[in-house]
C-alpha cells in the first residue's frame, strides 16, 4: 500500500469534479498545444501530488497511439479543408495539408487528456471512497451506491470465473472456432455461464444483505464519513486557476484557439 | 478589516448555498420523475449492479477492439459498430423492468469501462449519461410498464441518437467532417444500436432467461418451467 499523497485525500467528488471541468474546456478548444500543456501538466500532477510513476501513467496509454494514427489518417484523406488548402506535403497523389495535420493533432491530443485526467483520477481514488463521497455530498441513495459497490467488488470473481469456465472448456475439448460468423456463438459460450454464475453469486449475496436489514431503514449510519474540507475547495480553486492561466497565456502568445478555421 | 471578514463571511455562506444546491438538486430531480428505488428488493438491485458491471467489461473490451482493430474503418461508418455500448441501458432494463434501471445499467457499464482504462477517459461518462438518459426517457415514457419490442428498440435508437449528439459536439466532427457524412453516421449508429444494443440485449436476456438462474425477476414471470 503507498503512502496516501496529496491526490487520494482529496474529496471524491471534488477530484471528480475538477476532471469534469478540465474535460470540458478542453472541448472548446481547437488547437493541439494547449491540450498537449494540459496533458503534461496532469502527468506533473499524477507524480508530484499522487504519487504515480510516469511509466504507470504511460503506458496504459500507448495502445491510443494507434487510434492516433487512425485520426491521422482519415484527416488526411477525409477533412474537408484538404480540397481549399494548399499541400505542406506531397507524397504522390495523397496531399497533406496543415488543417488535416492540425485536426488531427487536436483530437489525438484531446483524447490523450481525456485518458489521462480520468487514469489519474481512478488511480487515486479508492472505489469505497468515491460510493460514500457519491452518497455524503451528491445524495445518491445509499442502496443504489452499496448494491453497486457489491457488483463493482466481483470485477475481480469474474475474471476467474472466465478462466474457470475456458480452462472447464479446454478441458472437454471445445474447438474454439475462429472468424468472424462465430463471434456471436463464442460470445454466448462465454457470455452466458458467467453471467449466471455472477447473477446467481449476487441472490446469495443479497440474501446476506437482506438478512442484516439492508435498506430497511431510510437512513444509516457510516464508520467512515466522507467531508469536504477547506483544502478541498483549494484544490478546486487551483484546478480551475491552472485552467484559466494556461488557456489564458496560451491564447495572449497566439496559441489557444477557440474556433476551428 | 471587518469589511473583509464580512465579504469573505458573505462569500462563504454563498458557496455553501451553490454547493448544497447543486448537492441536492440530484436527488430532487429523481424524486421528481419517481426514479427513488423505491421499489427495487435488494436482490433486484445487486444483480443489477452485477450485470453492469459485466456490461461495463463488455464496453470496455469493445472499446479496445475499437481503438485498434476498427480503427480501419473510416469515420462515418465507424458509428455503425457503436451500438453495442447501449447494452447497459437495455439489457439491465430488460431484465430488472424497474424505473430507474436504464439510467443505472448504464452509467454503472460507463464507470467500470472507464475504470479499466479506455481511449476516453472521463468522457465515458458523459457518453453513458445521455444513452442512459436517452433509454430511461423512452421506457419511462411507457410509464415503465413495458420494456420488450418497441420500448426496448425505441430506447436503443434515442440512446443511440443522444449518443452521436454529444459525440459531434465533443469530437468536433462538425470541424472535420461535412454534414452529410455526419448524417450517415447518426442513421448508422441508430440503426447500429437498435440491431447491436437492442437486439442483443434481448437475445441475451432470453439466454439467460432460460438458464432458469434469473427467476423471480420482472424478466421471468411467467416463462420458468418447473418439472
Known amino acids: 500500500m503507498k503512502p496516501a499523497g496529496y491526490l487520494d485525500q482529496r474529496n471524491p467528488c471534488i477530484k471528480l469534479l475538477a476532471v469534469v471541468l478540465a474535460a470540458l474546456s478542453l472541448t472548446f478548444i481547437f488547437d493541439p498545444v494547449t491540450p498537449a500543456v494540459l496533458f503534461v501538466i496532469t502527468l506533473a500532477a499524477g507524480r508530484f501530488l499522487g504519487g504515480l510513476s510516469l511509466r504507470s501513467q504511460i503506458k496504459p496509454l500507448w495502445i491510443f497511439v494507434i487510434a492516433g494514427v487512425a485520426i491521422l489518417l482519415a484527416n488526411i484523406f477525409f477533412n474537408k479543408e484538404n480540397a481549399t488548402s494548399p499541400a505542406i506535403l506531397s507524397l504522390g497523389a495523397v496531399k497533406v495539408t496543415g488543417p488535416a495535420l492540425w485536426a488531427a493533432g487536436t483530437l489525438w491530443l484531446r483524447l490523450m487528456s481525456f485518458a489521462l485526467f480520468s487514469l489519474v483520477f481512478v488511480k487515486t481514488t479508492e472505489p469505497q471512497h468515491l460510493i460514500l463521497s ?50 456471436w456463438s463464442r460470445f454466448r459460450r462465454y457470455a452466458v455461464p458467467l453471467l ?34 477547506r483544502s478541498d475547495w483549494v484544490f478546486l480553486a487551483a484546478v480551475v486557476a491552472a485552467l484559466a492561466v494556461v488557456v489564458a497565456g496560451l491564447w495572449m502568445i497566439g496559441i489557444t484557439r477557440f474556433t476551428i478555421e | 478589516m471587518t469589511m473583509k471578514t464580512e465579504a469573505v463571511a458573505m462569500l462563504r455562506r454563498a458557496g455553501r448555498t451553490i454547493g448544497r444546491g ?76 424497474r424505473p430507474g434501471a436504464a439510467l443505472m445499467g448504464e452509467l454503472v457499464a460507463a464507470f467500470v469501462s472507464m475504470a479499466l482504462g479506455n481511449q476516453w477517459g472521463i468522457l465515458t461518462m458523459a457518453s453513458g449519461l445521455v444513452q442512459g438518459v436517452g433509454a430511461e426517457v423512452v421506457f419511462g415514457g411507457f410509464r415503465w410498464k413495458r420494456f420488450t419490442g418497441i420500448a426496448l428498440y425505441g430506447a436503443a435508437a ?70
Open chain 1, 196 to 229: 449466471t454464475g455472477a447473477v446467481r453469486r449476487a441472490g446469495r449475496v443479497a440474501l446476506a444483505m437482506d438478512a442484516r436489514a439492508f435498506g430497511a431503514l431510510p437512513g444509516r449510519t457510516y464508520r467512515e464519513r466522507i467531508v469536504v474540507r
Open chain 2, 22 to 97: 447543486f448537492s441536492v438538486l440530484p436527488g430532487v430531480v429523481a424524486r421528481r420523475l419517481g426514479l427513488t428505488f423505491k421499489d427495487w428488493t435488494t436482490r433486484e438491485l445487486v444483480v443489477a449492479a452485477v450485470l453492469s458491471v459485466a456490461v461495463g467489461v463488455i464496453f470496455w473490451g469493445w472499446g479496445l477492439l475499437w481503438s485498434s482493430a476498427f480503427q480501419a474503418i473510416p469515420f462515418p461508418f465507424s458509428y455503425a459498430l457503436v451500438g453495442v455500448w447501449m447494452m447497459g441501458g437495455l439489457l439491465v432494463p430488460y431484465i430488472i423492468r
Open chain 1, 134 to 183: 457519491l452518497i455524503h455530498q451528491l445524495h445518491l441513495n445509499y442502496r443504489v451506491a452499496y448494491g453497486t459497490l457489491v457488483g463493482y467488488r466481483m470485477l475481480p470473481t469474474l475474471q476467474s470465473d472466465y478462466q474457470t469456465i475456458r480452462a472447464a472448456h479446454r478441458v472437454r475439448g471445445v474447438r474454439e472456432a475462429q472468424g468472424l460468423l462465430h463471434i
Open chain 2, 158 to 227: 434515442l440512446a443511440g441518437g443522444f449518443s452521436i449528439l454529444l459525440d459531434i459536439f465533443v469530437y468536433s466532427y462538425y470541424a472535420a467532417y461535412s454534414w452529410g457524412s455526419i448524417g450517415l453516421g447518426a442513421i448508422l449508429c441508430i440503426v447500429g444500436s437498435i440491431i447491436l444494443g437492442g437486439m442483443l440485449s434481448q437475445l441475451l436476456g432470453e439466454a439467460l432467461a432460460r438458464t432458469g438462474v434469473l427467476s423471480g425477476l420482472a424478466i421471468s414471470k411467467g416463462k420458468v418451467k418447473r418439472i
